[in-house]
Structures are given as structure tokens and as C-alpha cells.
């Protein structure tokens, strides 16, 4: 399971996740079975929570569904004085350990409250899960720094893609902060002797280190809607004048942040289609004669890997120009209200970078529904993804029977309808 990141953007994600362990369980008769989570940003919060309770996800959903509703700006965005005085130092840089816009205190005590790092290690402990991943940058290489931690009979990957570090920790709250520490908005974190920071700058989609783990199945929630050549887009194109930082800064992060998510989900089709053409062209054989050749040059095999995507129907960031300029938010309304305003969000129909800040109650309820709407829709289509529950059940018990070391395999039981090399 891939979770993107996004900012507030992230509330769409629960909805997702809230109907697949709520409504599609109990049409698939129990949870889907989910053995990698990996996530950048906000969906390494998400990713986290999710971890800590797969013991009982519908219960652990509808809490989570609670927090995002129950959430208001001022509450998770720290921003007064202090962060005013500290804005030349934002630009000249400058101390030990960077500075951001906003103060990340208030999200880090929920962040260290509502998850239980604790049930995260016993999840992977008693084998409910086999991998948890966080994709982090780090400031002093620009590489991508991917945090993981496995079940006992779980290697982490000796191999990674280029620019790209693999390492093994036990992943706690500061992982998880440093993964979703957006640059200017947010300080980056340290760990160990390393400051890092948003994993989505070069890895949005964390599909990467799912395949290196061994992953035959990828489900992945975006948090953009597609866009086509075909795509009308709603309102005048003629703008008043010219637009200013905020907006830019917000096209900015759509680039960094959720353009990613087109790129990799193309790259794994077209990588799929040149597997399934080249054993129609060449025969059964062609895709073990294709993984000998990888396996010469110490590169992972060839497999084909089942996607299945889920990405919002309407544009947030329209969504997000609405809720500002209603003005309704949860909490202080004055204080929300002076911020958008101070940062100049919200006042054309676009309001991308009020999308990655809108921690609002109300906001996260409506893209919460969305996206539960949204899977609803692909329901038939995720039933054939994650199959029947009792070849859940099959895959499980041989999955507990095997030790896999995904630097040297990629072959899974045959029960979870896999794809053997």
C-alpha cells in the first residue's frame, strides 16, 4: 500500500483507507491483508497510524477519521511572534538545525500522542505486517533516504535505485515528522547526525521501495486528479493580475509533490506492457530469460505487478480557494483567517498552497468524503484487487512458513494469485 504525500492534503487518503477496512471488508468478509506499507509526507503519518493498528484497522480508521475532522489550523501550524522574528533566517539561513515558517510543535504532539510507536514494532513483530517504510531527503546530499523497518524474517534490501539509500531503523515519531517537513514551511529534522526533510521532493510515490521489498501487488492513493489532454478546466482562464508567491509556491509543490504520482504509475504500466507483449511475442520463457540477464549485472528480476490506483475526482486546490474565501474554520476562525490572508492564499480559483496548509476540520471532512466516494465507485474493481478473504487466510499461513529476503527473490506464495520469476 503506497500513500503519497500532500499536506492536508492527506485527509483524502483516510477516506480511501476508511472504506477499504470499513465498507469493503465487510463486503470481502474481513481486512485486506496488507503486508508493505510505504509512505512520504504526510502518507508516512498515515502509513504510521495505519501500522500501529492493523491489530484492528476498522476501529483504528474511525479514530483516525476523528482526528482529521476534529483538526483546526492553528492547532496543527504554529505560527506568531517568534516565527515572524525568525523569517530573515528562513531566507539567510543560519543555527544548527534550520527553521521553517510554520512552528511544528503543535503537529508533533499529535504526532507523538495519537500513534502508538510502540504498536508499530509489535505489529511487525507478530508478522500483522512485513515492512514499513518512510522516504525522507537528505539536506546535505539531496538523496533519498528511505527508513525501514521489517518483521523478523524480513530483509531490508541490500540494493537500492540511484540516489537512493536504504536503512534499517526502528521508525518512531521523528521519522514521520522529518518525511513530512515540507522545505520553507516547515524546519527539517534530525536524526542522528543528519538533518532531513520531505521525502516527496525526489519520492512522492514511494512505489520504489515496495518493489525492492518484494511487493507483487501495489495499491496507491494519489492526491491530484488525473489530468489529460482532455481535461476542461472550470472557470475563466483570463487572471486580474499577476499572480503572486503563494501561488507560484504552490504550483511549485504540485510539481514536486504530485506530479511524481503520473510518472510512476506511467513507468510501472509501460514496465508491465513490455512483460506482457514480450511473453505474447516470445513465449512463457521470456520474462525468466529477461530476469537471468538482470541477475548477471546484480540487478532485481523482471516480474509484472499488479496496480491498482485511487486519486481524487475533483480538483483540491479549487476545493481548498472555496473553503478559504467561505472563511468557515474550525477553532479561532480570526487567527485562520489572518494567516490565509497574511500568505495571500485563496484569492483566485486556485489555491494550491491553501491545500497543503488547510488542516481544518471541515476541509479534511469534505476530501475525507470524497475520497471514500471515490473508492466507493471502483468497488467492483477493488474486490478483484484484493481478492477473497480466504486466499488471504492461505497466503498468510504460507507467508509465516517462509523467511524472504527480497535482495535475492522476489517469488511468493502462490495462494495471493502472485506472479512467480
Known amino acids: 500500500m503506497i500513500l503519497s504525500g500532500g499536506g492536508a492534503r ?48 476498522v476501529l483504528g480508521l474511525r479514530r483516525l477519521v476523528e482526528l482529521w475532522t476534529e483538526l483546526h489550523v492553528t492547532q496543527v501550524l504554529g505560527f506568531g511572534a517568534r516565527q ?6 528562513l531566507v539567510l539561513g543560519g543555527g544548527a538545525d534550520g527553521t521553517g515558517i510554520f512552528d511544528v510543535r503543535p503537529m508533533a504532539d499529535i504526532v507523538h500522542r495519537e500513534i502508538s510507536w510502540r504498536a508499530v514494532s509489535r505489529c511487525l513483530r507478530r508478522h500483522q505486517l512485513r515492512a514499513l517504510s518512510v522516504s525522507t531527503t537528505e539536506v546535505s546530499t ?28 526502528r521508525i518512531g515519531p521523528h521519522h514521520a515528522l522529518a518525511s513530512a517537513a515540507i522545505p520553507m514551511l516547515f524546519p527539517p529534522v534530525r536524526i542522528d547526525n543528519e538533518l532531513y526533510f520531505d521525502g516527496g521532493l525526489r519520492q512522492n510515490t514511494p512505489i520504489a521501495p515496495a518493489l525492492r521489498l518484494g511487493a507483487t501487488h ?52 509501460r514496465l508491465n506492457n513490455v512483460i506482457s507483449d ?15 540477464e538482470a541477475r548477471v549485472r546484480n540487478a532485481p528480476a523482471y516480474r509484472y505487478v499488479n496496480c491498482a490506483t485511487v486519486r481524487p475526482s475533483e480538483d483540491i486546490g479549487r476545493l481548498a480557494a472555496d473553503h478559504v474565501k467561505r472563511g468557515k ?5 480570526f ?72 535482495s535475492s527473490t522476489f517469488s511468493i506464495p502462490a495462494a495471493r494469485g502472485g506472479y512467480e520469476t
Not at 515572524?84 to 533566517?89: A, G, I, Q, S, Y
Not at 525501514?148 to 534490501?157: G, Y
Not at 472550470?234 to 508567491?245: H, V
Not at 483566485?348 to 471515490?374: H, K, N, P, V
Open 278 to 292: 514480450g511473453t505474447q511475442a516470445f513465449g512463457e520463457s521470456f520474462t525468466e530469460v529477461m530476469s537471468g
Open 142 to 169: 539531496g538523496r533519498t533516504v528511505v527508513f525501514m523497518q521489517t518483521s523478523p524474517d524480513w530483509a531490508v534490501p541490500a540494493a537500492a535505485p540511484p540516489r537512493t539509500l536504504f536503512r534499517a531503523d
Open 84 to 89: 515572524v522574528l525568525r523569517l530573515p533566517k
Open 335 to 406: 487567527l485562520a483567517h489572518r494567516l490565509f490572508s497574511l500568505l495571500d492564499i485563496g484569492i483566485s480559483t486556485e489555491a494550491d498552497l491553501a491545500s497543503y496548509l488547510l488542516f481544518d476540520g471541515q476541509f479534511c471532512r469534505q476530501l475525507i468524503e470524497m475520497g471514500r466516494s471515490d473508492a466507493q465507485a471502483r468497488r467492483d474493481e477493488l474486490l478483484e484487487f484484493f481478492g477473497d478473504a480466504d486466499d488471504d487466510r492461505a497466503y498468510s499461513k504460507a507467508a509465516d512458513d517462509a523467511t524472504v529476503d527480497p
Open 329 to 333: 474554520f474550525r477553532g479561532d476562525p
Open 10 to 57: 492527506g485527509a483524502y487518503e483516510v477516506g480511501v483507507l476508511w472504506y477499504i477496512f470499513d465498507e469493503l471488508s465487510r463486503v470481502r468478509g474481513a481486512p485486506p491483508v496488507i503486508d508493505i506499507l510505504s509512505g512520504t509526507s504526510v502518507g508516512a503519518i498515515n502509513a504510521c497510524y495505519l501500522a500501529a493498528h492493523l491489530a484492528d484497522p
Open 218 to 269: 501495489v495499491f496507491a492513493i494519489g492526491s491530484s486528479r488525473e489530468i489529460t489532454g482532455r481535461t476542461v478546466y472550470e472557470g475563466s482562464s483570463k487572471t486580474t493580475k499577476a499572480p503572486g508567491a503563494a501561488f507560484l509556491m504552490g504550483k511549485v509543490l504540485n510539481t514536486f509533490l504530485l506530479d511524481h504520482f503520473d510518472a510512476d504509475i506511467e513507468l510501472l504500466n
